[in-house]
């Protein structure tokens, strides 16, 4: 599991890291300009200026990374097929092998719908944790 884990940081990290760094070349330099003119040091503006406003790339990152834990299947058939005994067997996985290879279609169906479900969930708790990625809590 430790080797699809890191395979998987290793594929999606180019993409986390071109979103982080849009998200850097967003916040305007005015701010940095104010906070030096404030006196206030590198560590204050990172912790006061770049992480609040980097804040919508952030939940969007972790909203993708989250529904991408689910989608591992092309990745981890590739890599272990799911073994050994299915300890790298993802939902999607089993969905697919329901569907396709033991033909339960209806249960596969559901399974799907289950997902979905819980994937709306967790989002929407994501959501009003991170109060929709806005930088201001007001």
Do not use: C, H
């Not at 993409?15 to 005015?30: A, C, R």
């Not at 560590?43 to 969007?60: E, G, H, N």
């Not at 067997?89 to 559901?110: D, M, P, W």
């Amino acid at each position: 599991m430790a080797v699809v884990i890191a395979a998987s940081v290793w594929s999606r990290s180019g993409f986390y890291m071109v979103t982080f760094i849009s998200g850097l070349q967003s916040i305007d330099e005015t701010y940095y300009e104010a906070a030096m003119v404030d006196g206030a040091d590198k560590w204050r503006m990172f912790y006061s200026i770049t992480v609040p406003l980097l804040k919508p790339t952030l939940f969007l990152v972790l909203i993708l990374g989250f529904i991408d834990l689910f989608k591992q299947y092309g990745l981890v058939v590739t890599m272990t097929n799911g073994g050994p005994v299915g300890a790298t067997k993802f939902a999607v996985q089993y969905i697919y092998e329901e569907a396709f290879q033991k033909f339960r279609l209806g249960y596969a169906s559901a399974l799907s719908m289950v997902l979905l479900v819980i994937l709306a969930v967790i989002t929407a708790l994501q959501f009003k944790v991170m109060s929709g990625g806005a930088v201001n809590d007001k």
